[in-house]
């Protein structure tokens, strides 16, 4: 099966611009993640979707970020305006729902972002 | 104080040694066990998946949770040079056990 698929691979900035990003998830699954992962941390979530509702968005910063998932299948995060402390890769992973325990995640390559 | 704690080295050990890999937790919540791999430029992927304590072991790979000391390891025996990765653990708590939080990674260099 097609993996998770996010556009685009790389995408440098100035501070202050906005950017968007896209992210495909394996088809069927109803859960969609958006993570933020820093040179040499591991990833943080931002914002998870079941289907087309927001789940937990606790640790995205809402002033500046915001995502959509159209109609429960491709999502978008968007940055607007950046800054320099959002230079990092940002993973989308999908997975099945299941109702007693995590479903395994697959994540995307990941999009590369770096603000100057 | 991090939620999860991980040694991000990097490790670097000669081809067919045993490796250890660690974290610690803080959040007695935590339930649910992961590792994953991730290799350069790529996304993370799940290499092992444990529910409460215990051992499990897959192939090479043998994870093991100490709830007890909030300690998880994950051993790899007769490393290989196609095992040089950044190993990530993560974990969820019961009543929220799609949402993971990871260990920052510990980078590990198999030698051949």
């Known amino acids: 099966e097609a993996g998770v698929a996010q556009s685009p691979r790389y995408k440098i900035i100035e501070k202050r611009q906005s950017v968007a990003f896209w992210c495909n998830p394996i088809?069927?699954?109803?859960?969609l993640y958006w993570y933020q992962q820093i040179l040499g941390q591991g990833p943080k979530l931002l914002i998870q979707?079941?289907?087309?509702?927001?789940?937990?968005d606790s640790q995205l910063p809402k002033d500046r970020f915001s995502a959509e998932r159209l109609k429960g299948v491709d999502s978008t995060l968007k940055i607007q305006p950046a800054k320099l402390e959002d230079s990092a890769v940002y993973l989308c992973?999908?997975?099945?729902?299941?109702?007693?325990?995590?479903?395994?995640?697959?994540f995307g390559p990941g999009t590369r972002l770096t603000v100057l | 104080q991090k939620e999860v704690e991980q040694d991000p080295g990097p490790l670097s050990v000669p081809e067919g040694a045993i490796v250890s890999l660690n974290c610690t937790y803080s959040?007695?919540?935590?339930?649910?066990f992961m590792w994953y791999r991730q290799y350069s430029r790529k996304g993370p992927e799940l290499l092992m998946y444990?529910?409460?304590?215990g051992n499990k072991e897959d192939g090479r790979f043998t994870a093991q949770v100490d709830k007890s000391s909030k300690y998880i390891s994950l051993f790899i025996r007769d490393s290989q040079p196609s095992d040089s990765a950044t190993y990530l653990c993560?974990?969820?708590?019961?009543?929220?056990?799609?949402?993971?939080?990871f260990g920052s990674g510990t980078k590990l260099n198999v030698k051949p």
């Open positions: 992973a999908s997975s099945s729902l299941r109702g007693t325990s995590p479903g395994e995640q697959f």
């Open positions: 088809s069927g699954h109803a859960t």
């Open positions: 979707f079941q289907n087309n509702g927001v789940v937990d």
């Open positions: 959040n007695s919540a935590f339930q649910y």
């Open positions: 444990t529910y409460s304590s």
């Open positions: 993560a974990m969820s708590p019961l009543y929220n056990f799609n949402k993971f939080y």
